[in-house]
């Protein structure tokens, strides 16, 4: 008995097409995820794009099928955590219960300490690695400027009356370097209970929130 063959329209379906935009993605962000622990590991000049593809499982062509060049890749990496810099401030609900700074500042950083935990490349790429093109250069610094920019409105809504309008974007200087400082100490103790780097940091930060 002759099997039959699948139609070319069955080959085609929407149905296969979208898992193969399913593997495709979860392809990608394997590719993604190795890189950044390469990169955060031993910087954009030290990682080859035959180490990504090892680490990833998967070809060298293949990583290039989804990133042109390691500086892409890197670019994009970068981009993804500049996007997640505003989604730690979405715990606090400004039209909901009136909270004090300290419980304000407590929220934002059990979600953002829980970010850094599990992208701890991230940070690495972007406070500990000064290798890269002026390119790469000029997005690190787009990253921490747009870290600034967040804080700074959020200082701004927040403000108690203590602190002028001059002064809100120095603030706001102060506690992104302040808290990615404390970031990359906490990476490198994991032995410290992430209650005890919230509360020191929430009292120290409470007074610029009200």
Avoid: C
Wanted: charged share 25%; glycine share 8%.
């Amino acid at each position: 008995m002759t099997g039959t063959r699948p139609s070319r329209a069955a080959a085609g379906s929407p149905a296969r097409s979208r898992a193969g935009r399913i593997a495709g993605d979860r392809r990608r962000e394997l590719i993604a995820l190795a890189a950044g622990r390469l990169f955060a590991a031993g910087g954009y000049a030290g990682t080859r794009m035959e180490d990504i593809a090892a680490a990833a499982d998967v070809t060298k062509p293949m990583v290039y099928r989804h990133f042109e060049s390691k500086k892409e890749l890197y670019l994009a990496l970068l981009a993804r955590h500049e996007d997640d810099l505003p989604t730690f401030f979405e715990v606090v609900d400004p039209s909901g219960d009136q909270l004090s700074g300290e419980a304000i500042v407590g929220r934002i950083l059990e979600r953002w300490l829980d970010y850094v935990r599990a992208n701890a490349h991230a940070w690495a790429m972007l406070f500990r690695d000064s290798s890269g093109d002026e390119e790469i250069q000029a997005r690190r610094l787009r990253v921490s400027l747009t870290a600034r920019e967040v804080m700074a409105a959020f200082v701004a809504e927040r403000a108690g009356p203590g602190i002028p309008a001059e002064q809100v974007e120095p603030t706001a200087a102060m506690l992104t370097s302040g808290l990615a400082g404390l970031a990359m100490w906490w990476i490198d103790r994991p032995e410290v209970p992430k209650s005890v780097v919230v509360e020191v940091a929430a009292r120290m930060a409470a007074p610029a929130v009200g």
